[in-house]
């Protein structure tokens, strides 16, 4: 199987596994515990907090251990909106976030918040000056992807931090759940963000893992209350196999960080160049600007699932703009943003890279690819 | 900027008469021990000030990090050189005066030319220099009598020295030149600031710490071998005695009264620490005692403990509020540890209501029915040794796992 859908999710690290076995089968103690065996299950979960935090150029006190993506995202969202009702009800953040992003503003805007949902051009890319135009006094948070999960597209974090912390005292959240490893994303100051949100699994880590780190102590409220384990942030015994999993994947995501992103960059300008081959047939929702680990293009008049289809009998997986949302019927939020023309809507596919990807399987992919726009279609490649 | 040395002007025993030459000779070991790691240093030593060489900004960085923590430094000043033109000393002085760009303050140029055949006067290096610096720092104005800062400059045979910055050093005296004491370490905020405190005075310390499984835990120990580490960071090493206590508190419980416990508990750890005082040659005991803190810290409880050695007890926080201590202790980097919530020997065993007024006769009287002499020996004779700081790394139990 040749598998290139690693933003839906990847396969985990070796390594990543090994640790979490033996976490399990000799550090399962409780790490609140007052006994030995939790003194030292908790010893070893600073450690990994250590790891992370230094990753992110921040504290260890800012680092906090979550189940994943979602739950990152809804802590910083719900977390940072309600601690500061006292300065404002207004948030920001952009029609192409993902849905654990628009579903939480959605809810608050239910709360008597107002949300403002920044435009996109067609490459996918927000406005500065837009974002500018619309920072207020009393705006709380902004909330704004690093890359998105289903074109690539890349934000400008640097720029529109310094956009909001000049012109506002607003919360700069960024969900980098597709950005780490593949693009630097680390805290500056006061430019860039103030939290930034990181999934386990998106990093050949492991489902049911992931950190919402700050850039210092922030004014929030928790989501999930109880033990008030992670100073308070998340109660719930701490996952720690999961928590040293995460610290792990992470550790060796940016260790390998260059030599994996040079070799999606080679793939993302070979695969480009290639699907222009086939003329007005394709239509490239990815750009040159983009996110080299994504490539999002559309087959005219063709509907993606058949695309996976056709695909998938030749040993090749796909999907079609993202999982979460692929098995709802109607056109993606981002295939709307970026104003697709109504005959490529329909025919939206998704390749994602990963680091177990070779040169052999592109050189596959493009084989078949050819093989089955000319039975689909009929075109030849040129 | 190219570092050549760092200077180091002596704390209170530039005052110290004949023993002067002992300090400076202790003051230099203790900085030769703080910076191991960067060994060796080349110092230089005069009567009133000491001068570390700089080989490279590794070096450098490591001293600015550890030298405000050594005792017997009242201040210290990084020293760069340049070249002997004037243009050299004007950028290098324009570089280091970089240093005070975000303050107003007054300054003025100061000028030693002790190599005579230097082309230029000291009133125009003066006067160059300081046009210099004022027309690139708007904030600076220039003021002779008791300036802000003094950008001090040498001219010397081999280059031009200049320095500005006057860093605080830690105060106090050379650790070790006032003879060595033994510190009763309990592992809670206090003991571990009264230590700090001694050795700011030259106070070389061992520590003593009474030890009681199953009633107190393995962490309560690992929690006082980390202060112990901590402490011995302040310029000498630290060798810790760790005595084990369960029997004779034991049987402190089977044969005292409740109210006396606490009194009598006391007086057998300072029967021990006494004993361990002589073996080890040191001619005090300190403790964290802070007067009236709790109930073994009235002065008649005092009294009654004291009542069992004739050796000068060191009690340097008696006159100290719980609040004040706790700032010390966060600024000597022990709070954080100290606070850590185990059992220690102090909170075991202690009865709902403590004698805050104990009687020294009384205590006597209910001490006499048994003999504590064959398990004081005991404990003495086994106690256990460490020395800090740590030497050799810990075994990484989690190899691999991160």
Redesign the interface.
């Known amino acids: 199987m040749i598998y290139f859908d690693n933003s839906a999710t990847t396969r985990p690290y070796k390594e990543v596994l090994d ?1 979490f076995v ?2 399990n089968e000799q550090f399962y103690a409780n790490p609140a515990s ?3 065996a939790g ?2 299950v908790n ?2 979960l600073d ?2 907090r250590m ?1 992370v935090a230094d990753i992110f150029n921040t504290e260890e006190k800012c680092v906090i251990f979550t189940a994943g993506g979602t739950e990152s995202n809804n802590l910083a969202i719900f977390g940072v909106s309600k601690a500061n009702t006292h300065k404002g009800k207004h948030i920001i953040t952009t029609k192409i976030e993902h849905a654990s992003v628009l579903e939480a503003v959605k809810s608050l805007e239910k709360d008597g918040f107002e949300v403002d949902y920044l435009d996109v051009d067609e490459t996918g890319t927000i406005s500065l000056e837009d974002l500018k135009q619309r920072v207020r006094k009393d705006t709380v948070l902004v909330s704004i992807m690093h890359v998105n999960n289903e074109i690539g597209a890349i934000q400008p974090i640097e720029e529109a931090g310094q956009i909001i912390h000049e012109n506002s005292r607003a919360v700069f959240h960024v969900d980098a759940v597709q950005s780490f490893g593949k693009l630097p994303i680390k805290f500056n100051g006061d430019k860039g963000p103030d939290i930034i949100t990181v999934s386990g699994h998106k990093i050949h880590g492991l489902k049911g893992s992931g950190v919402i780190v700050f850039r210092q102590k922030l004014n929030i409220i928790p989501l999930i209350l109880g033990g008030g384990q992670e100073f308070g942030l998340r109660s719930g015994t701490v996952a720690v196999p999961q928590a ?1 999993a995460f ?2 994947a992470a ?1 060796i995501t940016v260790e390998n960080a260059q030599a994996i992103q040079s070799k999606y960059k080679k793939w993302h300008e070979d695969l480009m160049k290639f699907l222009t081959g086939f003329g007005e047939v394709i239509h490239l929702l990815s750009t040159k600007f983009g996110a080299d680990h994504i490539l999002s293009f559309s087959v005219k008049d063709l509907k993606g699932e058949i695309l996976i289809n056709a695909l998938q009998e030749r040993g090749i997986i796909v999907s079609t703009s993202s999982a979460c949302s692929s098995k709802q019927k109607t056109t993606s939020h981002v295939v709307t943003a970026i104003n697709v023309a109504p005959k490529f809507k329909d025919g939206v596919i998704r390749l994602s890279f990963g680091a177990f990807n070779t040169d052999e399987e592109i050189e596959k992919f493009k084989e078949e690819f050819a093989k089955v726009i000319k039975d689909l279609k009929g075109v030849n490649y040129k | 900027m190219k570092w050549k040395e760092v200077l180091i002007r002596y704390g209170e025993l530039s005052t110290k008469g004949r023993n002067r030459k002992e300090f400076i000779n202790r003051l230099r070991d203790n900085i030769r021990y703080t910076f191991n790691e960067i060994a060796p240093l080349k110092i230089h030593t005069e009567r009133d000030r000491m001068h570390i060489q700089i080989e490279n900004n590794e070096q450098m960085d490591i001293i600015m990090e550890k030298l405000p923590k050594v005792f017997g430094i009242q201040s210290f000043s990084p020293v760069a050189i340049c070249e002997k033109n004037m243009d050299a000393m004007k950028s290098l002085a324009i570089e280091i005066m970089n240093d005070f760009k975000d303050q107003d303050i007054t300054f003025k140029v100061e000028v030693r030319r002790s190599d005579k055949s230097f082309p230029h006067e000291s009133h125009e290096i003066q006067r160059e220099i300081g046009g210099t610096v004022l027309s690139n720092y708007q904030n600076l104005t220039v003021k002779v009598k008791k300036p802000d800062v003094e950008l001090r400059i040498e001219v010397r045979k081999d280059a031009i020295y200049m320095m500005a910055q006057v860093i605080q050093g830690a105060g106090g005296m050379p650790v070790g030149s006032n003879g060595k004491s033994l510190l009763m370490l309990s592992g809670g905020i206090d003991s571990p600031v009264a230590g700090y405190m001694m050795m700011k005075r030259g106070v070389r310390l061992e520590a003593i710490h009474f030890f009681s499984p199953p009633y107190t835990s393995q962490n309560s120990l690992e929690k006082v071998k980390v202060l112990a580490n901590e402490l011995s960071k302040f310029g000498y090493k630290i060798r810790m005695h760790v005595i084990p206590f369960t029997d004779i508190q034991v049987l402190i419980k089977d044969r005292v009264p409740e109210n006396m416990l606490m009194t009598t508990t006391r007086r057998m750890m300072m029967k021990i620490a006494d004993r361990v005082r002589e073996e080890i040659d040191a001619l005090g005991i300190v403790t964290g005692e802070s007067l009236g803190q709790v109930a073994s810290q009235t002065l008649e409880s005092l009294t009654a403990i004291n009542d069992v050695t004739t050796t000068p007890i060191l009690r340097p926080l008696i006159g100290y509020d719980k609040l004040e201590i706790i700032d010390i202790a966060e600024k000597i980097g022990t709070y954080e540890t100290s606070i850590q919530p185990f059992e220690d020997c102090c909170t075991i065993f202690t009865p709902a209501n403590p004698k805050t007024k104990p009687k020294v006769d009384k205590v006597k009287y209910y001490e006499s029915f048994t003999d504590f002499d064959d398990l004081i020996d005991k404990a003495v004779k086994n106690r256990e040794l460490y020395i800090f700081p740590m030497t050799k790394p810990r075994e990484d139990k989690f190899e691999g796992l991160l």
Do not use: F
């Open positions: 640790t033996k976490v007052i006994h030995e003194v030292e010893e070893l450690r990994a790891q040293i610290a792990k550790r």
